[in-house]
Each structure stands twice: as C-alpha cells, then as structure tokens.
C-alpha cells in the first residue's frame, strides 16, 4: 500500500526527467557516435571518430586545462573568501542570519548579462579602472584587463560566491556546539579547535558548495563569452561554436567530455572531502 | 590508569559566591561550594535550576558575574575552558563523528602533545577501563549509546583531570542500562579516586552516586549534604517534595518532653525530635515509607483509607485525615491485609519526622 502510494507519487517526476532528460541525453549521446553530415543532423555511419578527434587535438587539450584552472581558480577564491564569511555568519542568531542570507542572495536576482556587463564597463580599455588609474597617471597605456581569464575568474567568482557562502553557513549554523565545547574541555585552544572539530564537521557544506560552484562554473557560459572574449574560451564555448558551425556530432561529443569531467571531479572532491562520514551526529 | 593522589581534606573545586544572570534571569544565585578531593558531588533540581549553568562556570564556558571558581586551589576564573584542568561528559555525549573510538579518546593526549607511544598505551588503557578495547577502530555512529557514553566517559578520563565534570551523562539511556552505568560510574570513580561534579535531575540517581549532594531551586543552592542526610532531615518543603514523596503536616507546638516535641494538628497529636518552642507553628514532613498504619483504636493520627495502588515491591496507600492527606507505602508483604474505606491510625518513629525550616504552617 505504501510502496504503492511512492510510485504514484514519484511517477509525473520520473516521466518527465525520462521524457526531458534521459530520452535526450541518450539520442544526444546517439548523435555523437555519429559521422557529421552536411545536410542531416549526423551522418549515417557509426564512428568513435569525433571522440578521437577530441582527445588527440592539442587544441582541446589546452582548452580543457584552461578550463580546470578557471575552475580551480574559482574554488580556491570561493572557499577562501567564503569560509570567513561563512562563519561569522553561522555565528549570528537566527533572524539576522536570515537576513544577511537574503542580502547575499540579492546579487542573484541580476541577470548575469547585466553583471557581466558590469565588468565591462570597469574592466574595458576606456573603462573605470583604465581610465581612473590612467587620469592619476599610475599607468601611461591601459591595461589589458578585459578578455583575459583573470577577468573570466573574477566575473565567475563573484557570481558563484553567494553559494558557496550559504551552504557552508547552513552547515555551521546547525553544527552542535558541544562539539566545540568538547575539544576545549579536553584542552584545545581556539585555532585547534577550529582545525581539529570544527573545519572537519563543516565538510558537508564545504563539499556541496563546492560541487554547486565546480558544476556551475562547468555550464556557465554568458559571463565566460562577455569577459573572456575570443581569446579565453572554455570547453562550453567550444560546444557553443560547434553548434553554430552545424558540427553536432562534434558538438555532441564535446558535451560528454564535458559531462565525464564533471563526473569525475565530483567523484574526486567526494573523495576527499568524504562529507558523509560526519553526518550523522556523534550520539 | 593510576589512582590521581586522594589526599584527604584537599579542595578540588571551590565556588565562592559565585552569580550569574542572563539578562533578567537570575541562573546562579551566590552559590558555594567545596568539593573535596575524590569525592562526588552532586547538582540535583528540576530543569532551570541553575545546576546545568553551575557546572559550566566551572568548566568556564560561562564566566561569573561575580565570585570566584578555583580548581585544585588555583583560581581559575578568567581562564578560558582549555586552560582549565577538568574534563567533561556532556549529555549528548558530543562524540567527534569523524574521528574513530581510539581517536576520540586520543584526542585530549593530542592537544597535550603527549608523545605517539604513550598516547596509544594510555588509550587502550582508557578504553580497557570502559570494556570498550574492542571497538576501537569504531565509528561513533557505529555505537549504541550505551557504548557511546562510555568512549565519552574514557575520553574524559584519559586526561586524568583535576575534575570529572558529568552533565546528565546517563539521561540518554534506558532506565536498566542507566542503574547499570551508575553502579559502574561509581565503582570506577571510587578505583580512580576521581573528583566529580555530576548534574542530574534524577533524584535516585543523585543519592545512588554521591558523597554529597546539593538540591537546587531557582539560582539557590536548598540543601548540602550526604545522600542520607538529604533524604531523611530535609531541610524546606521543596527539598522534602523533590526527593521521593513527602507527607506534610502543619501544627502548634503544644509541650516538650525532653528533645521531644508534641505538635498539635488538626487531626490530633504527633511527636517528634525537633527543638522548635512551644507555641510555635511549624510545618512536619514524613516520609510515606516511616508511616505504619494500624488498626483503628491504636495510637496514632486517625485516617481512612481512600485508595490502594499496587506498585509491585511496595503498595502505597492514599488515606484522608483530619490534617488532609496522606501517602503510606507499605512492603508487598504487610500490604495484603488492608482495604478501601478502612479506619485506620497512623503512627511513625519521632525520630522520622523532621520540622521543615520554611514550613509557614
């Protein structure tokens, strides 16, 4: 009777993840064991040829490097930047973290186009930046600023921060604090205490916010083209290019490069994070 | 685990006057106590009494508004827990879920910088003393929670502290697994010669483990003093009421009979060792199990017989009196012969009756 009331439930959301999802990840994967065509979809004949053709290019190579540093490079920022910010919020009462939640959420509600463009305005040739330092005469030329990856990095972080902020906070907010009481009583400081209980108890928050963050930076794509110009495009730009280009197969099998990267840094960061050993309380 | 040096008469904790409020509320009221070395001593009330807060001014997670707390003579008041030399055993036990048995109690060593070889002996010696050395590769999560009191229990221990700081340790557990801890709890106390502050509001838990007790209500310390001293000559009605059941009686000193004191009540005569003037008003507690009831015609406060509850070992007996009612509890055994409705009389050693000091009568 239960069991037959979840699969009532469940079934409209697994019809239409099957419909919307499965069905078109699987014909897409179809696509991409496929010769391109220049008046079809693909062509007829089955080929590992784009696969292949991928992984042996240097080209793509230093694109999937780039890739992982901007990545990498969000990470790092985030959780240096967040972690801070993280626990001083966990540290407020109930009410004024809620609302100092709801301020770092703000930023969100702006589209991406709009902050990257935002950018633009401080970070191009005639920009507020070039120009400020240029008019202080700090700088004779402007500074290449806009169209590098730094600019991709920073536009990114600051647009992927707010997540990494809330699920560490929420993390710490419902951390018990006896633990912390526990390490005093048997004679850790405050910095040891924090490296010995605290930080470890954290790592669900850590672990997710840094999955959101990683995957994020994977799929985005606005900000990446605004700030990166030409010159620093990321795997998602190339699957942007090959479609334009009508090279579906192609695109196809960029995607499920893309998709095992991201399968496998998420296998990575749970590997080491290992978030599941602390939850469930110590009692 | 080598006995910690019980030298007799020393004072492990001392708390002199000591006050704390949060905001309005008044949680610690000038309290003072003095703990003597391998000793347990007990902080029993209802919740709110201000015995929770006590024992984490000790630990120094809360700091005093005013007095002192000194550990093992050293005054210790505006140190910070980790420079305190206690440990804790806090109710939820707040095991490190992600760390093993063997590294939650290595833990403490760890923080002491105790060399690798010695800490590992120490913690099996530890878990040893708990029965627990074969868990030690063990998940906290992986316990029951009997088993998770006592890694907390050995994690507590294998500092060797000054103080053993119990924050209802054993409220987690069922009650046949609580009376078991609490007999091993104080077999092992006693091994170690440990001194121990343990919080509780379980009155039979209290009087179980103690050398001393201190009933607490509302921030104020009620009553101090050994288990048996506690239950038998308590002091104020509420030290009478929260441990075990009490009958109150109110009346006039009418004459003295040497230490003894006959009180008038409403339902005739009682006596009692008191030396409380004649004349005086005064409030009279007893304890339900010092009441013998007999026939009707016997000497003793005249009572009726209102309703009978088998309670297995003992089977107490509801009784209407002239003075109001009354509580008997009887041996299983002397209980058979009685019946609803029946007139009886009441009667009790003198010795038994105990004048209460805030009995406005």
Known sequence: ?283 | MSALGSSAGEIDVRLTTVRKSFGPVLAVHDVDIEIPRGSIFSLLGPSGCGKTTTLRLIAGFEQPDAGEVYIRGDRVTALPPYKRNFSMVFQSYALFPHLSVAENVAFGLRMRKTPRAERSRAVTEALDLVKLGALAERYPRQLSGGQQQRVALARALVIKPAVLLLDEPLGALDKMLREEMQIELRSLQQRLGITAVFVTHDQEEALTLSDRVAVMRNGVIEQVGPPREIYDRPCTEFVAGFLGASNFLDGTVAAREGATAIVETAAGPIRLGADAPVGARVRVAVRPERVRMRRDGAAGLPARIRDIVYRGPVTHFYLDSAAGALVCHQQAADAGAWSVGDEVRCAWDPASAVVLSDGRA
């Open chain 1, 1 to 283: 009777m239960k069991t037959r009331w979840a699969l009532v439930l469940a079934a409209p959301p697994l019809a239409i993840a099957l419909a919307f999802f499965v069905v078109p990840v699987a014909y897409l994967f179809w696509v991409s064991l496929h010769q391109p065509s220049q008046s079809e979809l693909y062509g007829a004949a089955l080929t590992l040829g784009n696969y292949a053709g991928i992984l042996g290019d240097s080209f793509y190579l230093e694109i999937t490097r780039r890739t992982l540093g901007v990545a990498a490079a969000i990470l790092a920022l985030c959780l240096l930047v967040g972690y801070p910010v993280a626990y001083f919020v966990a540290l407020l009462p109930a009410r004024r973290r809620m609302l100092v939640t709801l301020l770092l959420l703000f930023p969100l509600m702006v589209s991406n186009v709009v902050r990257a463009y935002g950018w633009i305005a401080l970070l191009a040739r005639r920009g507020v930046i070039n120009a400020g330092l240029e008019g202080l005469g700090v700088i004779a030329a402007p500074l290449e600023l806009l169209y590098t990856t730094p600019a991709v990095v920073v536009g990114l972080m600051t647009i992927l921060l707010p997540y990494m902020v809330i699920s560490i906070a929420n993390t710490l907010a419902a951390l018990d604090r006896r633990y912390e009481e526990a390490a005093q009583a048997l004679g850790a400081g405050p910095l040891r205490t924090f490296l010995h209980v605290t930080l470890p108890l954290s790592m669900p928050g850590v672990a997710s916010g840094t999955l959101l963050v990683l995957l994020l930076t994977l799929s985005a794509y606005v900000t990446i083209t605004l700030l990166g110009g030409p010159r620093s495009k990321l795997l998602v730009s190339m699957i942007y290019d090959g479609v334009t280009a009508f090279q579906w197969p192609h695109a196809a099998a960029l995607s499920f490069i893309l998709l095992a990267l991201a399968l496998v840094l998420t296998g990575v960061i749970l590997g080491v994070l290992r978030p599941a050993r602390v939850q469930g309380t110590g009692r």
